[in-house]
């Protein structure tokens, strides 16, 4: 189960405080102060762990708590210090502060750490009080107080490509069909209730991730549907790959359909809109032989293609065009090839 939002309570240790002591040995009358130090206490630390893909351990235990530092003591020991507490969320995760809504960190790389709640500091024992003038100094200090917050914590998945579409647009078949992901696959709308990852590999060990976005609907930025819920994890995309159903069993319009998704995306984020875009006819298994041509072509007209353009074909079902959306794919990414040359982005000419 996906959980990308969740708010929990983390607390620093406390530090400990410094020892009031006197050194007190037989045949040594003078012996002096040896209070030690107070240790640290210790720090709550967000670790990024690309082992994780969801929030939901958090959910199920959201207080977190860092272990306090230990008293200093005499003969000039200083108290151990605190142990970290180290809490891994996965990659792609937002860290707000709860109340004033303040963005705290962005970790979205593995191993990345971030000190959320400082341990206090340690007090310092009688022996740092001593002077020529106060031989005998009964004075120490108490550790730091332990640093506590409320968090909200926000996950945007980090994938390369996004596929988008309406519901049944077989956006859950065609990433089972290019990658190793087993998403929910049924003939109703909605079938995807929460996006899926999926990692693409193409030859000469060329990779890449897909995020499958649940079907998005007319209003779903001001909150319609199932899909104005994860619209905010292709923020993260590179590019996004458009599906349309070219033949929908409720007589809709693909170009109609495709439309509806952009005004969605632009009023969602500008920026989102403005993404590279592939745009995809799927279900060409469902039209006709006779019929596929005039189809594409008049869609393409539609859609405001240029002459010689057109949009691809494919078939989550019989793999038709299955090779041809990953090299589009990772064409649009404009990745370093294994094979020696760059491949250049949508838009860009290739030198």
Known sequence: MLVDRTTIFVRSGKGGSGCLSFRREKFIPKGGPDGGDGGKGGDVILVGDSSESTLFALSRHPHRR???????????????DGVDLLVPVPLGTLVYEHETQAL????????????????????????????S???????????????EMTLRLELKLIADVGFVGKPNAGKSTMLAAISKATPKIAEYPFTTLSPNL??????????????????????AAGGAGLGHEFLRHIERTTVIVHLLDIAPIDGGDPVAAHDA?????????????????????????LLPEDQREDTIEEIAGRLGMKKGERPLVTSG????????????CWKALGREDPRGWTTARVGENSA
């Open 133 to 147: 003038t106060n031989q005998t100094p009964r004075e120490c200090t108490p550790g730091e107080p332990w640093v």
């Open 104 to 131: 705290l960190a962005d970790i979205c790389e593995h191993d990345q750490r971030f000190i959320v709640a400082p341990g206090g500091n340690g007090g310092l024992g009688n022996e740092h009080f001593k002077s």
């Open 66 to 80: 860092a272990k306090n530092g230990q008293h200093g003591m005499g003969k000039s020991m200083h108290g151990a």
């Open 317 to 328: 079902v019989t793999g038709e065009g299955r090779n041809a959306l990953l090299e589009a």
């Open 198 to 219: 999926g990692i693409a590999e193409l030859s000469d060990n060329r990779r890449f991730v897909i995020a499958d976005i649940p079907g998005l609907i007319e209003g």
């Open 261 to 285: 998704i952009r005004a969605e995306l632009r009023d969602y984020s500008p920026a989102l809109a403005e993404k590279p875009e592939i745009i995809v006819l799927n279900k060409i298994d």
